[in-house]
């Protein structure tokens, strides 16, 4: 079993900048790869930026070269970040973290972020 927890959220005006962070405790070695999305209101969560254990990582169109997933140190699948730079009032929305570990995927309670104009 795999616990996560976000952090880093906040309020930030537009063209602002973001760190958000993702912890895990638990058998965390059995992590193949975590991810972000985002659930803005109104609208489906979506898969926004994901990193493997070969460390490639993946962006949705909409924060390629805004957002950039990273992890602390090669060998530990977490803890995981995505800095999150020119941030738009559409960024607004809930953000979670995702671990999968072999069949299973464990959230995080998730964290918001609130992009002002």
């Known amino acids: 079993h795999v616990a996560l927890a976000e952090s880093g959220g906040g309020l930030v005006q537009a063209g602002g900048s973001l760190r958000l962070s993702c912890a895990a405790s638990?058998?965390?070695?059995?992590?193949?790869?975590v991810a972000w999305y985002r659930e803005a209101p109104g609208k489906q969560r979506e898969l926004i930026a994901s990193?493997?254990?070969?460390?490639?990582?993946?962006?949705v169109d909409s924060v390629t070269g805004r957002f950039t997933i990273s992890r602390d140190a090669a060998g530990s699948p977490v803890p995981v970040y995505l800095q999150k730079d020119s941030l738009k009032p559409e960024d607004t929305a809930v953000y979670y973290c995702?671990?999968?570990?072999?069949?299973?995927?464990?959230w995080g309670p998730g964290t918001q972020v609130t992009v002002s104009s």
């Open positions: 638990g058998t965390i070695f059995h992590i193949t790869s």
């Open positions: 990193i493997n254990s070969e460390e490639i990582t993946n962006y």
């Open positions: 995702a671990a999968r570990t072999g069949r299973s995927v464990y």
